[in-house]
């Protein structure tokens, strides 16, 4: 595939998280596929099994002289404000810490669309340090320019993802307190909602659970069978 960074590729430390019970496993891997380094909610287990996408072997990872902000605004921006993004910091000792997750080639059209690329991100490497020392070059998404808004805030919700991963993965403590600082969105008032009409009904997890197409957010259900193209990575 044109713009390939990755191949055949070894890992020194390759922690294996198969199940969330599962005692993390250190291994020596090798793996044919493309790196992927997740800053957001992808840090976790739980955020890409949420996307259907398994990763073979995960490592902490740093990115010296980059910075995180939560400037791109989420597809339910004016409820849950603004999701993770990174750029290069012109302070010095500024970085960021995620994930290096090794990932099947079939997954890279699949991360792109979850990951709106060319919507709200592009995709580019990145030279990532692992292990303490060993640097690798693995795949990320970074905000495209005109979508970012310096305005924007994480909602309490997002953030809990990216901490919950964060500490899953072993993050270090400040890093961590330095993500839980982070100021949050606060969503606008919703009034109560009344039924209007028969044959209506409240939707609990059941319900909501038989149609896969719909998104509840803050009491709010969202129909997303049929987004609108710039919206499809919704879905």
Known sequence: ?????????????CIRWPTRKSKELSIRASFMGFRY?????????A?????????????????????????????????DGGVANISQSAKAGDYVLGTVH???????PVLDVIEARGVLYERRPLEVEVDGAE??????Y???DEVRDPALRPSIRYLKILIDGAVERGLAPTYIDHLRATETHQPPDITPFKLAGEGLRWLDAG????????????????????????HAFIR
């Open 1 to 13: 595939m044109a713009n390939r960074t990755s191949s055949s590729s070894t890992v020194s430390i």
């Open 37 to 45: 380094f997740a800053y957001g909610s992808n840090i976790g287990w």
């Open 47 to 79: 955020g890409l099994d949420a996307k259907g996408v398994r990763a073979s072997c995960s490592v902490p990872g740093r990115v010296q002289g980059w910075q995180i902000s939560f400037d791109v605004p989420s597809a339910f921006r004016r409820l």
């Open 102 to 108: 090794l990932i099947d080639d079939e997954a890279e």
């Open 135 to 140: 640097r690798v070059i693995a795949e990320t």
């Open 142 to 144: 970074v905000g495209l």
């Open 207 to 230: 319900g909501l659970a038989e149609h896969p197409g719909w998104v509840a957010l803050y009491g709010i259900v969202f129909d997303v069978d049929r987004p609108r193209p710039a």
